[in-house]
């Protein structure tokens, strides 16, 4: 019985880590893509005069842009904290599965 249960639980493990590693590669290419609209609106200001309304803008905008940021850089930090348990958990019950098949074989 325990030998099942470790080992739905090493499936379980498993699923996680592999839906958890499909939503940091998105967060991450969200992030790429608003660096990138950051590096492009940075680049639209520097022919701007500092003082015009556009200029201010873009600043709110930027201000906005870096905020959006943060925000997806504490998610992937949550995201990837999740996947240091799911392992632990994975790798504690490979180790349990690992030992119930050696009692097995030991009786």
Do not use: C, W
Not at 12 to 23: E, F, G, K, L, T
Not at 94 to 99: A, G, M, T
Request: avoid cysteine; aromatic fraction near 2%.
């Amino acid at each position: 019985m325990a030998l099942a249960s470790n080992e739905i639980k090493q499936q379980q493990s498993i699923a996680m880590i592999h839906d958890i590693d499909n939503v940091l590669t998105r967060l991450n290419q969200v992030k790429v893509n608003l660096l990138n609209s950051t590096t492009d609106l940075l680049n639209f200001a520097s022919t701007l005069d500092p003082d015009s309304p556009e200029m201010k803008a873009i600043e709110r905008r930027r201000q906005q842009l870096a905020a959006y940021e943060k925000k997806i850089d504490g998610e992937i930090q949550a995201y990837q904290n999740r996947k240091k348990v799911a392992e632990a958990i994975l790798n504690t019950s490979s180790q349990n599965v690992d030992k119930a098949i050696a009692r097995m074989g030991g009786r």
